[in-house]
């Protein structure tokens, strides 16, 4: 199915992006071996063309060579797309947060570089930072955005109380959180209070880390070097006994004639018109498929259908190994 994606605002912001982006992170990271830079500059380019104008990295992924990565590929597109990435970790191997001012503004400086762009468009606080209050954070981002090196700011993975502070202080255009039919905490205070204060959603996961794909069941194993092989949920186990999500996926599919992960991005995208899942792939096969997700329309019927049938099952299992689950506000 050969389908231009559809563009949606993220928010009351006025920042217009693809239906679907793309999550370029395990290009180069997280997943054990990093792919073959040629082919991701070339995937990365053929999201250009299918339609794709945003992109989303970061500083940590790597770290840097991610951000060197995207700037590489995107370079000729430039005008046409939108790049978003992250502050807030020290890189310099202690894997600890920082979100002190001083270093927000030697990031972002580094990331213009890397990114080989005059102003990032999305600049989001990785993790929030206990130790350095929010309202320093925004006032930071606000002062690059004066300065014209940000145009907007983002969140990632922070709790209400905290995105109610910073937005008080620079308006947040964007929230960067997991969520899918397989993970719908969101729901119940994160989504009321950004659609209160016209901030857009950007669900990062949205495939449930490739399990909604229906390509994982309990014989699966994970590279000891993927971050997947530590995630409790994905252990066999629970892979099991949540087969009942990726069930429910492949039985809407058939009945639409799509794919699980073209249902799994349509129901996302029902939710709210200001949700732009960011898909990450590094397989053309897969790329090639996820425009055809915004042609898929999910009928009232059939999103309730699914919403009662997910909210029924239990999900075995926490989403996050322990020690990474501490860098989680939540």
């Known amino acids: 199915m050969d389908t231009k994606i559809q563009k949606r605002k993220l928010g009351k912001s006025n920042l217009e992006v693809s239906a679907l982006g793309l999550g370029c992170m395990g290009m180069s990271f997280g997943y054990g071996t990093i792919a073959d830079k040629k082919e991701m500059i070339t995937l990365i380019r053929k999201a250009v063309e299918s339609g ?12 840097y060579i ?3 990565l995207v700037g590489e590929a995107l370079a000729p597109f430039r005008e046409n797309v939108v790049i978003a990435t992250k502050f807030g970790f020290d890189t310099t191997g202690a894997s600890a947060l920082d979100s002190r001012p001083e270093h927000i503004k030697q990031v972002a400086e580094a990331s213009l ?6 102003v990032i468009d999305l600049f989001y606080q990785h993790r929030v930072d206990p130790n350095v209050p929010i309202e320093d954070v925004a006032g930071a981002v606000k002062d690059l955005i004066k300065e014209g090196k940000v145009k907007h700011f983002g969140l990632s993975e922070a709790g209400v109380k905290i995105i109610r502070r910073a937005h008080a202080v620079q308006p947040v255009t964007a929230l960067q959180s997991e969520y899918s039919l397989w993970w719908r905490e969101p729901e119940e205070e994160i989504l009321p209070a950004l659609e209160e204060l016209g901030i857009g959603f950007v669900p990062f996961s949205p495939l449930g880390k490739g399990f909604l794909t229906g390509k994982m069941d309990k014989n699966t194993t994970f590279d000891s070097k993927d971050f997947r092989s530590t995630v409790p949920r994905l252990s066999a ?16 599919a058939q009945r639409k004639n799509a794919t699980p992960d073209q249902i799994a991005f349509a129901w996302l995208l029902a939710r709210k018109s200001w949700i732009v899942p ?5 397989k053309m096969h ?5 425009p055809g997700a915004t042609a898929v ?6 999103l309730l259908e699914m919403n009662t049938a997910s909210s029924e099952i239990k999900v075995q299992g926490d989403r996050y190994s322990e ?5 989680i506000n939540r």
């Not at 794709?52 to 770290?63: I, K, R």
């Not at 960011?278 to 590094?282: E, N, V």
Request: charged share 30%.
């Open 52 to 63: 794709v104008t945003f992109f989303d990295t970061a500083e940590v992924y790597g770290p």
């Open 66 to 68: 991610n951000e060197e």
């Open 113 to 118: 570089k890397r990114l080989r762009v005059e």
């Open 237 to 252: 186990e629970k892979l099991k006994a949540s087969q009942v999500f990726a069930d429910l996926l492949k039985l809407a």
């Open 278 to 282: 960011i898909p990450g792939t590094t």
């Open 286 to 290: 897969r790329l090639i498929g996820n």
């Open 297 to 302: 329309e999910l009928i009232s019927g059939e």
């Open 323 to 327: 020690g990474s689950a501490k860098l």
